[in-house]
């Protein structure tokens, strides 16, 4: 989640570990209000969804 603020990209790597952390049930319930957050951030247009698997490419 931090480094989704720091840089204002969604990678690849971290869309398959939040959508592996929401199936498994494994999180609390700040962890689950930090991704909805995410999650409206994405809508808003203010955090980008990128392909690539590293932010460090962008």
Do not use: C, H, P, Q
């Not at 989640?1 to 049930?25: H, I, K, P, Q, W």
């Not at 609390?28 to 957050?37: D, F, H, Y």
């Amino acid at each position: 989640m931090a480094s989704v603020a720091r840089n204002g990209y969604l990678t690849l790597a971290d869309r398959y570990g939040l959508m592996a952390a929401t199936l498994d049930d494994s999180l609390s319930e700040i962890e689950r209000s930090a991704t909805n957050r995410l999650l409206r951030a994405v809508v808003r247009g203010k955090v980008k969804l990128v392909d690539g698997i590293s932010a460090l490419y962008f």
